[in-house]
């Protein structure tokens, strides 16, 4: 009697097989997770190779394609193919997608935990040495010569294995992490407020959540993971940004001060400096990692909730 498919790959995957040639086996991917972008999901090098190599890069270009395709694409063997049959699994019971309810519900006590539980799936050396660099649980972050010199490897080593550590936390994170740092940024913005570590304890308190890590931590690798994420996890870092349209942004905002001889709140201030005259087209984002930078336009977060600048 025929192997059936189950009893071909030895598990339930998600395969059938071709009419056509009743011995392929062909990729089903459903209908819902189609639209999943695959660098956003979590895969191996292995399996980022294999799909690179026939072109993928959603989920729905996988369905109906031979499992000989990606045999036959070379440096993919029955393990890579079944971290693919997991994945796709993974995907439609739902794994990295939010439903409506938990969009709308959404509230930093959320990321903080989905960050705590992705920092589990770092190895355990590694784990440690990420922690230092980032300030996990000591303040403040250690160089990358100091912790090469603790573990007796070099400097270029430390670096290779924090840039590694955050791929793997992206790529675990996937749509979820992704859509959780687009609502702090959103918050940043319209708050006018850039991420602190005091504003990640408030949060914190406020929803009765422990964090597991210092709150410098969360800043520093959100920062990371997200480049245009306003964070501030050492405060107002003074010195020049080395970015001239945020020195130019500084510069200006800098200047009305000056000529108003006067403290506004960063509410104010981005307004003032959008207003013809200014800089108008400058973004929330911009004149929060302007200020963050500048040497000239110490910042003010007395109340903890109105933060003020001034010209220095």
């Known amino acids: ?37 695959t660098t956003e999901l979590p895969r191996s090098v292995r399996l980022e190779g294999a799909l690179d190599k026939l072109g993928v890069t959603k989920l729905g270009d996988l369905n109906g394609v031979p499992v000989s395709r990606l045999r036959n694409g070379g440096n993919c063997g029955q393990v890579t193919i079944n971290e693919l049959f997991k994945l796709i699994e993974r995907a439609n019971a739902g794994e990295f997608e939010l439903s409506e309810s938990e ?21 355990k050396r590694d784990r440690v040495i990420f922690l230092r660099r980032f300030g996990g649980n000591t303040e403040p972050a250690q160089t990358l010569e100091s912790i090469g010199t603790r573990f007796h490897v070099t400097r270029e080593r430390i670096r290779q294995i924090e840039t590694k550590i955050l791929i793997l936390l ?47 931590f969360y800043v520093r690798l959100y920062a990371d993971l997200w480049p245009d994420l306003p964070a501030w996890p050492d405060g107002q870092k003074v010195g020049y940004s080395h970015a001239p349209r945020l020195d130019a942004v500084a510069k200006c905002l800098e200047d009305k001060l000056r000529e108003q001889n006067t403290s506004l709140t960063l509410k104010k201030a981005l307004a003032m400096l959008q207003a013809p005259g200014g800089y108008p087209q400058v973004t929330t984002v911009e004149f929060l990692q302007a200020l963050g930078r500048s040497p000239w336009l110490p910042v003010q977060f007395d109340d903890g909730k109105n933060p003020k600048v001034s010209a220095a």
């Open 170 to 216: 992206s790529s675990e994170g996937g749509p979820k992490l992704k859509f959780y740092l687009e609502r702090v940024v959103a918050y940043c913005c319209e708050e006018v407020y850039p991420l602190t570590p005091e504003r990640v304890a408030r949060w914190a308190k406020e929803q009765k959540y422990a964090l597991q890590y210092h709150p410098s």
């Open 1 to 37: 009697m025929p192997k059936t498919t189950e009893e071909q790959t030895g598990a339930d995957y998600p395969l059938q097989q071709n009419e056509s040639q009743s011995v392929q086996q062909c990729l089903v991917v459903p209908e819902r997770i189609q639209h999943l972008s």
């Open 103 to 123: 969009k709308k519900q959404f509230k930093f006590a959320t990321l903080a935990r989905f960050t705590d539980e992705l920092v589990k799936v770092i190895d």
